[in-house]
């Protein structure tokens, strides 16, 4: 059973830096292709920015050279590294991997 859990989001100011992470079981994070996405309220949900097992990136055009996205395989676990942020940014944050659910997602606040 496929298990992705993801955390450190919380409230930041404009401008500020925010890691969030994403720990995977039941599969390794170097299996498929994954991915950050995120919702806003209202809003239809995007995604933000994608690592492939080559490790080739890809990011939205609003969030490039702001954010990395980044696996460390001994830990399990796919980063986002967010800098720069500004309130656009704020959403839910869901990590995914080709066949795993949406899960609980970890809700990024940016606001002064």
């Known amino acids: 059973q496929v298990q992705l859990v993801e955390s450190g989001g919380g409230l930041v100011q404009p401008g500020g830096s925010l890691r969030l992470s994403c720990t995977a079981s039941?599969?390794?994070?170097?299996?498929?292709?994954m991915g950050w996405h995120r919702q806003a309220p209202g809003k239809q949900r995007e995604l933000v920015a994608a690592?492939?097992?080559?490790?080739?990136?890809h990011y939205t055009d609003s969030v490039k050279g702001r954010f990395t996205i980044s696996i460390d395989n001994s830990k399990n676990t796919m980063y986002l590294q967010m800098n720069s942020l500004n309130p656009d940014d704020t959403g839910v944050y869901y990590c995914?991997?080709?066949?795993?659910?949406w899960g609980q997602g970890t809700q990024v606040t940016v606001a002064s």
């Open positions: 995914k991997q080709r066949l795993t659910t």
């Open positions: 039941g599969s390794s994070v170097r299996a498929y292709a």
């Open positions: 690592i492939a097992p080559t490790g080739r990136t």
